[in-house]
């Protein structure tokens, strides 16, 4: 059976707001917070989107992981940010603002110059404190909110020393932001840099109820506002081929937080009509292009579309999602090569890159995918997010340090490769801080009759208006089933969304022990309506099975997966010094450790091969007979760490 998603009928604006405000920072904890805010602009001033969504997320305060792998990552990413010292974040920010540091500024792109002195310094703070905020928000523990608070304080002492709304910690700040808006050729992606501070402050103000962040944050925005408004419309058009983040989102964002119609309006003008045009019209211009430059672009536009109504930017994110998701990606979720989009007619000679996959792009294709579902619930999306949560987001993170990967590349025999504690803050080291503390943001989703259950996680959700907590039990993916049990106030009418992945043939539920469902249409939720009592216990079964996935363009290059699981050869740590997965330059991918390796090498029919896997006794682990008559042992992707792999396979 299929669901068709239904449109809200009754929704206050207030609570719309609270629940769309920030899609792209997945920001759902409104509701609790706002109440409660002193300072500031009254909660009346606030604008709800003019287009609203047809689902809610539930606050991340509200959902609780149980033990597992994905708890494990946050609990590893909690200990590193807890780690990191503030005042090295904000050396150079201090230093900018005519201030003496406070401690020594850490290394790597916090104080070196980049490649081609492209000067990243400071878009590490922003991703801390977007980390924070997260990891508060979904803990409550004191000691997040208290690094905000402290940074953000700083922050607004460098504003004052300076006389500006403007923080940044790029060299030269001011004078490198003036020059890049008067048109002037300058070396740097100074709005890159700012859109994560923007964030990192939003982020802290909405999910920490930060009026210190809050303060620092609109005075950024004015700034912003005040530093274009003589550009015309074709000059700022020309600076926003340099790659800016999501300065439109942000702005958007803004706008909804102050209702402040300059805010909207630099939301327009920060989307980049060279890029969504085309898309907007259906057309896939993306070949050669920087792919984590677009992506932040797009999550914008949905923003933009949700603050204007225009249709023209909900065209160009939704015809972007589908083109990148589902012709674009390899079987990981993940895709590029050396981070651009390459034309899928070479996809053969692309795929087998050590540069494969920047993290970023999954962090930020995840944003996107959310966004839309908000507005659209369709199980695609769901599907898309779960395989890119476990193949992408959850197999970047080294489970022993929580230090996290740059690329995920598929060369054969290659390794993960990740950064170092205090001398590399790549750009996937700033997104892995968010990361791996939001897991908890897009199991669940309601409206005002339903809850929609989209990935399988140990967990549980607590919905307040219902007087009901749902706790989801399962070993999956070791087991393809979930248990689910409600807790309940008094007997209460819902209808419960279970998602039946396209990966599984059918989806069989059990209410109580007794089967109450059964679905052959793959790609779709099992809608359960009824009155639940306290107790009731519902089963979902589903069918995991291998199989072999390839891209049109090259057919005999094959990948094998399990479900929504993507299986890797582990090929084992001969030639590998320990440690030496651990490095500070990721321009450097596929130098290191690049001494010469055979990997085995497979021969038969891609579909005959994928049945041909064999389970072995432990959890989802199988082997493969070579073409020397050698075995190969597969695993998840997620769990290959400090060893060789291989993910793709040239079939002879």
């Given at each position: 059976m299929t669901v068709e998603h239904v449109r809200t009928k009754s929704r206050s604006s207030r609570r719309q707001f609270f629940a769309t405000v920030g899609t792209g920072a997945l920001l759902a904890g409104w509701t609790a917070?706002?109440?409660?805010?002193?300072?500031?602009q009254p909660l009346q001033q606030f604008t709800p989107p003019l287009v609203p969504t047809n689902l809610q997320p539930f606050d991340m305060a509200d959902v609780t992981l149980s033990e597992g792998p994905f708890l494990h990552a946050q609990r590893m990413t909690e200990a590193y940010l807890l780690k990191l010292q503030p005042d090295r974040l904000l050396h150079n920010f201090r230093v900018n603002a005519g201030l003496k540091p406070k401690a020594a500024v850490y290394g790597g792109w916090e104080?070196?110059?980049?490649?081609?002195?492209?000067?990243?310094?400071?878009?590490?703070?922003?991703?801390?404190?977007?980390?924070?905020?997260?990891?508060y928000r979904s803990t409550s523990d004191k000691r997040f909110k208290d690094r905000i608070d402290y940074i953000a304080g700083e922050l607004a002492a460098c504003q004052q020393a300076s006389g500006s709304g403007l923080v940044c910690a790029f060299p030269k700040g001011p004078q490198l932001m003036a020059a890049h808006i008067r048109g002037d050729k300058i070396t740097g992606v100074p709005w890159y840099t700012l859109h994560k501070v923007y964030a990192g402050l939003r982020d802290a103000a909405l999910l920490t109820d930060s009026s210190v962040s809050r303060d620092v944050l609109l005075k950024l925005a004015d700034w912003g506002v005040a530093a274009t408004q003589s550009l015309s419309d074709a000059?700022?058009?020309?600076?926003?081929?340099?790659?800016?983040?999501?300065m439109n989102e942000i702005y958007a964002d803004l706008y909804f937080m102050t209702g402040k119609p300059d805010y909207r309006t630099l939301a327009k003008r920060f989307s980049h009509k060279a890029i969504m045009e085309p898309l907007a019209r259906s057309r896939d211009e993306?070949?050669?292009?920087?792919?984590?430059?677009?992506?932040?672009k797009i999550v914008g536009f949905q923003r933009v579309y949700e603050a204007t109504g225009d249709e023209t930017y909900r065209d160009a994110a939704a015809f972007f999602w589908k083109t990148v998701a589902l012709t674009r990606s390899?079987?990981?979720?993940?895709?590029?090569?050396?981070?651009?989009?390459?034309?899928?007619?070479?996809?053969?000679?692309?795929?087998?890159?050590?540069?494969?996959?920047?993290?970023?792009?999954?962090h930020n294709m995840l944003k996107l995918t959310r966004a839309l579902f908000l507005h659209d619930p369709r199980a695609s999306y769901a599907d898309y997010y779960e395989r890119t949560l476990?193949?992408?987001?959850?197999?970047?993170?080294?489970?022993?340090?929580?230090?996290?990967t740059y690329f995920q590349g598929a060369r054969p025999g290659y390794m993960k490769l990740y950064h170092t504690p205090e001398d590399s803050f790549w750009c996937c080291t700033g997104t892995g801080m968010e990361n791996h503390v939001k897991y908890r943001d897009s199991i669940y989703f309601h409206d005002d009759r339903a809850l929609y259950v989209n990935l399988f996680i140990?967990?549980?959700?607590t919905w307040k208006a219902k007087g009901a907590v749902l706790t989801q039990s399962t070993a999956f993916p070791e087991e393809p089933a979930t248990t689910l049990r409600w807790t309940l106030q008094q007997p209460t009418e819902i209808a419960l969304r279970l998602r039946h992945p396209r990966w599984s043939r059918t989806a069989t539920v059990l209410i109580n022990g007794q089967q109450a469902a059964q679905s052959d249409d793959p790609g779709s939720y099992v809608e359960l309506l009824r009155t639940w009592k306290n107790g009731d216990r519902v089963e979902l079964r589903l069918v995991m099975e291998v199989a072999a996935e390839s891209a049109p363009a090259a057919p005999s290059i094959v990948a094998f997966t399990y479900g929504p699981l993507l299986l890797a050869g582990a090929l084992g740590k001969a030639g590998l010094a320990p440690g030496s997965d651990i490095v500070v330059n990721e321009r450097k991918y596929g130098d290191y450790n690049n001494a010469p390796f055979t990997?085995?090498?497979?021969?038969?029919?891609?579909?005959?091969?994928?049945?041909?896997?064999?389970?072995?006794?432990?959890?989802?682990?199988f082997t493969i007979v070579s073409k020397d008559g050698s075995p190969v042992r597969l695993i998840p992707y997620h769990r290959i760490a400090h060893e060789r792999y291989a993910t793709y396979w040239p079939i002879t």
């Open positions: 917070i706002a109440p409660r805010r002193a300072s500031a104080s070196e110059a980049t490649w081609d002195d492209i000067n990243c310094h400071g878009h590490t703070l922003g991703h801390y404190l977007s980390g924070c905020a997260l990891a000059d700022f058009e020309t600076m926003l081929a340099t790659e800016h983040g999501g993306l070949d050669g292009l920087h792919a984590n430059t677009q992506v932040p390899f079987a990981s979720g993940g895709h590029g090569d050396n981070e651009h989009f390459f034309a899928m007619a070479d996809f053969d000679s692309h795929v087998f890159s050590a540069k494969g996959s920047e993290t970023c792009c999954q476990y193949n992408g987001i959850l197999a970047s993170q080294d489970p022993d340090t929580g230090m996290a140990p967990s549980s959700v990997p085995p090498t497979l021969a038969g029919e891609p579909q005959e091969l994928a049945n041909a896997l064999r389970r072995q006794d432990r959890p989802l682990e």
